[in-house]
């Protein structure tokens, strides 16, 4: 083998190696919870040496980014391609769930790590900070489809910060209940409880049948005063 050839084999080889150890240790992650997983844990999952792993990844947060990248960058990738479009907001919003879904289906122990772990005790105030940001951003793609529906008065009025939050509460719960390997594939799943919630948000539906919504504006109950010894 000339040594270009030798050069290329040996890079792929390193990048097959580098998947399987971001596999397994998503598996491991996902399965005892990232706290109760070492590197040395990971490196005999996936039979290598300790000192073979740190060559791949230099510290355990390095490879739980890794781990953690997909599962954030592509559903904002997607969602935000689905907000530039032309679509009915109604579309975008179904489009948008069903993209969710696709990335449980696909990442569903990924997905598992960044709904259930509380990252902030994993990862670096700089890291964190990274992933919480474009979960900020995300949230917000969301609120803008919202936004969009009841301008053009597709969607009836809404508080477009707590629906966001209960569409993407509403699939992020997959992790405990989904099983790809199910009948249902991720992303008809999503399809599924995108048409209930559009039942609920599309214009036109009489107010009577409905009968959970208040009839008036809500009254925030006040706290009672707490009283000093």
């Known amino acids: 083998m000339s040594r270009p050839a030798r050069k290329i084999s040996e890079a792929r080889a390193g990048r097959d190696r580098r998947s399987e150890i971001v596999e397994r240790a ?42 953690l990248l997909p599962v954030v960058d592509q559903p904002y990738a997607e969602l935000r391609a689905i907000a530039k479009s032309q679509a009915d907001p109604a579309a975008k919003l179904a489009d948008g769930m069903v993209a969710l879904g696709r990335a449980f289906g696909r990442y569903r122990s990924g997905m598992e790590i960044l709904v259930r772990e509380k990252l902030e005790r994993h990862l670096s105030t700089r890291s964190y900070g990274e992933i919480m940001r474009e979960k900020a951003a995300y949230t917000d793609l969301w609120r803008r489809i ?7 008065g597709r969607f009836a009025p809404l508080d477009d910060k ?24 991720g992303e008809e799943v999503a399809r599924r409880i ?3 919630v559009l039942a609920g ?4 539906r ?9 009839a008036g504006p809500v009254r925030r109950r006040r706290k009672p005063a707490r009283r000093l010894a």
């Open 146 to 152: 919202l936004r969009e529906g009841v301008a053009t």
């Open 162 to 185: 707590i629906t966001a939050f209960a569409i993407i509460g509403s699939l992020n719960w997959m992790y405990a209940w989904f099983d790809p390997r199910g009948e249902l594939s």
């Open 194 to 196: 995108a048409s209930c």
């Open 201 to 204: 948000l599309l214009a036109g």
């Open 26 to 67: 998503t598996a491991l992650f996902a399965e005892a919870g990232v706290a109760n997983v070492s590197m040395s844990d990971i490196a005999e999952a996936v039979g290598i040496q300790k000192p073979s792993l740190y060559h791949f990844f230099p510290s355990k947060e390095d490879l739980l980014r890794e781990v």
């Open 206 to 214: 009489p107010r009577s049948s409905l009968r959970w919504l208040p």
